[in-house]
């Protein structure tokens, strides 16, 4: 294990302990007087997204016991007082100044570039590059602790694939759509630092769909629709997770520290058809036949933040994964079921509904 | 009133919901497991299948008592009959079986999950693709899976070939020996009357991407008395030391078959 460059801290050492028992059996100590530590001795952890629903959520779990600092490349956020923000994109040189500014111990990064967002260049630059220059700027200002949030679609959605996938099946996506290259190579990135510089800690979470309020990627937006498009005949089975249940496991990802890749997800499914009707949704039929058709409307109808041309596979075909290492690994259950879930957009329909 | 739901009330009986409810199925909240079964879905096809099961092809199981009432185990079958009736036929008893029944996970081929509806329908009755990662998972989560070591050589194969064990491929007995899985023979008598093939047509097989396409006098099932025939469970319990070790055990199983089917054979008094 590589020395870590501040190691009075709280959680570097729980994560110390995991590692290597010897060195930390000398400080037990620090553990015991956290609530006595002063703001300037809290561990500061940076985390990116900040103005997305998940991001937020871990904020609010870290805000007290961290010091926390705020990042997103889409505006300022809003935050407490004594959460310093900040409106930067990581791929562009004014995001060492913050590791110039903080000590920046552990760093959660869920702030992406949606799939739906700007052009495919854009969000490479922003995902890929981002992502590397993140990791870079953590090696050189000796981050001990980083925490990454993929996603299920770098398993690529595939006719042949078996249910249950492992954290070890290969990752197919780009064989669907090379719109999934930034996911998928996001991902490469941080296997090759996860074991070419074990001192950063890197933990790579893949949930499977994150639904919720506030949340806004293209699964939540098309069931926060009153006319959802499904493909004619296709109807594949998924796996859905609230929000609050995602940021809980971010939170023990982070407490814990046991770098590795781990797939999110419950062991409940639900066909899409079903989530669509039961989170209150009329359906809109789309043609499966031929193949390049929904692809073509959805294109034509301009229908990119919800039913993405390059995202058609992911209505038709299943992705399934296998959440059970990090369920059994960290003792994370989720606590909202399918119905919990999909009652929130039930509910926010027969608001709207009732409004106007 | 959807159809589905009419066709419920028509064909499930309570004989039927009251074996579908002892079946060891974990399920999630809304009914499905990991690969897309769904009770609903699964409780009407083994109803509507029962019609035929009893009134068409008039199957008479035996053996019924050697399918374990619960934990994982491979059923492993002759193949025959053009279409897998045989399957589904196996599938029937062993949902009905009154020693404990057991939802069957059948293997299909990887065209279907790209059909549209019929994938989604094979997946919600319990047949996946045959994918090795599917079969071992399944096994881990105690499921009972149907496996024809024949594959398409036996569905295919000619009246003139009828009960000729056809080469069986070995895949089935790395599953069972690498998740310590009993496999149970099976011995499907009569699914080869209900299609004879005359000849494989391969230009149309060639033109519609099929493996074979039948020459049949009528191309609908005939009703041939079926008879299946269930036979003690075999258990590998030590590793084999080669390949060819592996071959012996596959013709092990398949010699066990092979008399199940001399005798059902021996036993049948009329073909319909």
Redesign the interface.
């Known amino acids: 294990m590589a020395t870590k460059p501040r190691k009075t801290t709280h959680d570097s050492m729980a994560g110390s302990i995991v590692k290597s028992t010897a060195k930390s059996m000398a400080k037990p100590m620090a553990a015991a007087t956290l609530e006595s530590k002063s703001a300037s001795e809290r561990k500061t952890v940076l985390v990116t997204g900040a103005a997305g629903a998940l991001a937020k959520r871990v904020i609010a779990k870290l805000h007290g016991q961290y010091q926390v600092i705020a990042v997103d490349f889409r505006s300022k956020v809003e935050t407490d007082a004594g959460i310093p923000s900040y409106l930067v994109e990581l791929h562009k040189r004014g995001f060492e100044d913050i590791f110039n500014q903080h000590k920046i111990d552990a760093v959660i990064h869920v702030g992406r570039m949606f799939t739906h967002e700007k052009t495919p260049q854009q969000r490479y630059n922003a995902n890929v590059l981002g992502t590397k220059r993140l990791l870079d700027l953590s090696l050189k200002h000796g981050v001990g602790q980083v925490i990454i949030h993929s996603s299920y679609f770098v398993y690529g959605a595939s006719a042949y694939n078996p249910a249950l996938l492992d954290e070890d099946a290969p990752l197919k996506a780009t064989e669907v759509t090379q719109d999934l290259v930034d996911s998928v190579e996001l991902e490469s990135l941080a296997n090759i630092y996860l074991w070419k510089h074990p001192q950063l800690n890197i933990t790579i979470l893949r949930p499977c769909n994150v639904l919720g309020p506030g949340v806004r990627n293209s699964m939540s937006i098309l069931l926060s629709r009153p006319l959802a498009p499904v493909l004619v005949g296709f109807s594949p089975l998924m796996q859905f997770l609230h929000v609050d249940d995602m940021a809980a496991a971010i939170m023990l990802a982070f407490d814990k520290n046991l770098p590795g890749i781990y797939n999110v997800a419950p062991d409940d499914y639900v066909p899409f058809q079903e989530a669509v009707t039961q989170c209150g949704c009329r359906r809109l039929p789309i043609p499966s036949i031929p193949p390049a058709l929904p692809k073509m409307l959805s294109n034509l109808l301009n229908w990119k933040a919800f039913f993405p041309p390059y995202l058609i596979n992911y209505f038709k075909y299943p992705v399934i994964l296998d959440g059970a290492l990090f369920r059994e690994k960290f003792g994370w259950k989720p606590r909202r079921n399918l119905n919990d879930i999909f009652s929130y957009y039930r509910k926010q329909k027969l608001v709207l509904s009732g409004k106007s | 009133m959807n159809l589905k739901q009419r066709l419920q009330q028509q064909l499930v009986t309570p004989e039927i919901l009251a074996l579908m409810a002892r079946m060891p199925k974990p399920t999630?909240?809304?009914g499905?497991?990991?690969?897309?079964y769904n009770e609903d879905a699964a409780t009407l096809a083994v109803a509507s299948l029962k019609l035929l099961y009893d009134h068409y092809f008039r199957v008479e199981a035996s053996g019924l008592e050697n399918i374990p009432p619960r934990g994982r185990v491979l059923l492993v079958s002759n193949h025959s009959g053009q279409l897998p009736i045989d399957g589904l036929m196996i599938g029937v008893a062993a949902a009905t079986n009154p020693h404990g029944p057991r939802a069957v996970r059948g293997m299909i081929e990887?065209?279907f999950?790209?059909?549209?509806?019929l994938?989604?329908l094979m997946?919600a009755i319990g047949g996946?693709?045959g994918?090795?990662?599917?079969c071992s998972?399944m096994l881990a989560a105690e499921e009972a899976i149907m496996v024809f070591p024949e594959g398409v050589r036996g569905s295919g194969k000619l009246y003139k070939d009828r009960y000729q064990l056809q080469r069986f491929g070995t895949g089935f007995i790395h599953l069972a020996m690498n998740n310590d899985t009993p496999i149970v023979p099976v011995a499907v008598i009569g699914a080869e009357e209900t299609m004879p093939a005359l000849a494989n047509i391969k230009p149309i097989a060639k033109l519609l991407g099929l493996p074979y396409f039948p020459l049949l006098p009528i191309y609908a099932p005939l009703p041939a008395r079926m008879f299946i025939h269930f036979g003690e469970p075999i258990i590998f319990d030590s590793e084999p030391a080669s390949e060819n070790e592996v071959s012996d055990r596959a013709a092990q199983v398949k010699e066990s078959i092979r008399k199940l089917i001399t005798e059902g054979l021996a036993a049948r008094q009329s073909v319909f």
């Open positions: 999630g909240s809304f499905y497991d990991a690969w897309g990887r065209f999950p790209t059909v549209p509806w994938g989604n997946n996946v693709i994918d090795p990662v599917n998972k």
